[in-house]
């Protein structure tokens, strides 16, 4: 029974646009979210975090929405570059557990020229 | 410099055979992961350990065996290797109690 879900396998969309990728999760005692991006033959890297106490962080072009009450948060790219062509995996964790996190099976990202 | 580096990158063996996969990060972080990634693409977490000493131990088959012989190594230990093993394996390592994982670049472990 996975607790992060990434319910879009893949998203198109063209340079200069808005990308969104979703994330839903079912555990309320998550209170730490990631996300992370990763290309292929590599691991993931760390992309931007949110805390619960927060409704979205911005870094950049990439901000990350929480919204606690629909167990949901996203992360806007914009705008959006070929070089952020990559699989987005997002990941939550319960409280100060050692960090373990649950990760989704990731959105695979492509940005068309 | 490699933060998190992992040996080898791809591993191909038979079924009933025993291998070791291994980890090392440079960052001077005390804790460090195991993660599978299944065919449905999903990472999920194997073992931690925190200055050597385990702190998590997900529901994996006693097969697997991980090993820290100092805080900057950790290795995944694999006996008789069965088809379902075949996964790509990634190491992690971070600093309690910064929530930010970095990465190894995986080993994709297949077995025929």
């Known amino acids: 029974d996975q607790q992060v879900k990434q319910n879009s396998p893949s998203l198109s969309v063209q340079e200069g646009r808005i990308s969104i990728l979703n994330c839903d999760y079912t555990?309320?005692?998550?209170?730490?979210f990631l996300w992370y991006k990763k290309y292929p033959a590599e691991g993931p890297t760390f992309l931007i975090s949110i805390s619960s106490i927060k409704d979205k962080n911005e870094d950049g072009r990439f901000t990350v929405f929480l919204n606690k009450s629909a167990k949901h948060l996203s992360l806007h790219i914009v705008p959006s570059q070929p070089g952020d062509s990559a699989v987005y995996f997002c990941?939550?964790?319960?409280?100060?557990?050692?960090?373990?996190?649950?990760f989704g099976s990731g959105t695979k990202l492509n940005v068309k020229p | 410099d490699t933060a998190v580096s992992q040996t080898p990158k791809y591993l191909v063996t038979q079924m009933g055979n025993d291998k070791s996969i291994k980890c090392e990060q440079n960052l001077g972080h005390d804790t460090m992961y195991w993660y599978k990634q299944d065919s449905k693409k999903f990472l999920k977490i194997m073992f931690s350990?925190?200055?050597?000493?385990?702190?998590i131990n997900e529901t994996v088959p006693n097969r697997f065996s991980p090993k820290s012989p100092d805080k900057a190594h950790l290795n995944l230990h694999i006996n008789s290797l069965e088809l379902g093993d075949s996964a790509v394996y990634f190491c992690a390592s971070s600093q309690l109690p910064l929530h930010e994982q970095f990465f190894g670049p995986g080993t994709r472990l297949t077995v025929l």
């Open positions: 350990y925190n200055n050597k000493e385990l702190i």
């Open positions: 555990n309320s005692m998550f209170d730490y």
């Open positions: 990941a939550a964790s319960a409280g100060d557990n050692f960090n373990k996190f649950y």
